[in-house]
Nanobody
Framework: VQLVESGGGLVQPGGSLSFSCACSGSIFSIYAMGWYRQVPGKRRELVATITSGGSTKYADSVKGRFTISRDNVKNTVYLQMNSLKPEDTAVYYC??????????????WGQGTQVTVSS
């Protein structure tokens, strides 16, 4: 199983970025997929998750600014990030796996993509 992320990069405060993550395991299309982020010295934290039916969960810090979506046919999950803040700077990871839910991580992770919000 591979989760291949694309997107991310450097952006000024207030700007936008987007991610996509393609999952090679079609069986995971019935489970939740999501995005997590991590900064050095801190635990990896949930950013947003989405079920196969489209139910979503967001961290309070990103509500109203980030939007998660998915294409179950393509086994791909997306993250649109708007109104970015310096505190959004982190490495972002895609997550999926058997048994994953809105609040439970799957066993598989993407390679991680750096997002830097700085002027």
């Amino acid at each position: 199983v591979q989760l291949v992320e694309s997107g991310g990069g450097l952006v000024q405060p207030g700007g936008s970025l987007s991610f996509s993550c393609a999952c090679s395991g079609s069986i995971f299309s019935i489970y939740a997929m999501g995005w997590y982020r991590q900064v050095p010295g801190k635990r990896r934290e949930l950013v947003a998750t989405i079920t196969s039916g489209g139910s979503t969960k967001y961290a309070d810090s990103v509500k109203g600014r980030f939007t998660i979506s998915r294409d179950n046919v393509k086994n791909t999950v997306y993250l649109q990030m708007n109104s970015l803040k310096p505190e959004d700077t982190a490495v972002y990871y895609c997550n999926a796996g058997r048994g994953a839910t809105l609040t439970t991580r799957g066993d598989y992770w993407g390679q991680g993509t750096q997002v830097t919000v700085s002027s």
